[in-house]
């Protein structure tokens, strides 16, 4: 195993050769846009004031309409960076919430979309792929993607709600 200090020196190297830097800023000024597009089409949903840029392993931004803001619920559209793909993730407020709905969800026939097997430690309540491998080569056809399989997975959600 690589020390600490060969990985920093191997990170030097990487951002001086410039592909990374630009790539990770590429990146993540594509999800800015998203969160724009988001917060600019859908007025009525709350779209948080900020992204969590993460540590090179996740990047995320909230987007939920009223219905899961009254229940403390939101959606996190995430981009995992190992895996390379875009993700929609149900989550509580906070821990209480979370556990609450997980129970919910995994004690019902739910089966729509897979639901983390447990709520400790981790910060959803269930995960979605919305787009596995990216392409970045046209960013309207996958801004489209991601907001199409969002507001489905929204509405299976609400719907389940609604029932439940």
């Keep these: 195993m690589e020390s600490f200090h060969e990985y920093i020196d191997e990170y030097r190297k ?16 594509y999800i800015m846009d998203l969160r724009t597009h988001f917060k600019n089409k859908y007025p009525d949903y709350f779209v948080s004031g900020s992204i969590y840029y993460g540590y090179m ?11 899961l803001k ?4 939101k959606i ?14 149900l989550a509580g407020y906070n821990k209480q919430v979370q556990t609450k709905y997980w129970k919910l969800f995994k004690e ?7 639901i983390v097997s447990t ?3 981790v910060d959803s309540i269930m995960e979605h792929i919305l787009v596995d491998h990216p392409d970045f080569s046209d960013l309207d056809t996958l801004t489209k993607q991601i907001e199409r399989e969002t507001l489905k997975f929204i509405k299976d ?8």
Excluded: C
């Design 14 to 29: 990487q951002l001086e050769q410039g592909a990374v830097k630009k790539a990770y800023r590429g990146l993540m000024e």
């Design 57 to 67: 392993d996740m990047t995320y931004f909230s987007f939920f309409p009223e219905s």
């Design 157 to 164: 959600v609400e719907s389940f709600l609604f029932i439940h």
């Design 108 to 114: 019902s026939d739910w089966n729509q979309y897979p």
């Design 76 to 89: 996190a559209i995430v981009f995992i960076h190992d895996t390379f793909r875009f993700e929609v993730w």
């Design 119 to 121: 709520p400790k430690g």
């Design 70 to 73: 009254q229940r403390n619920l």
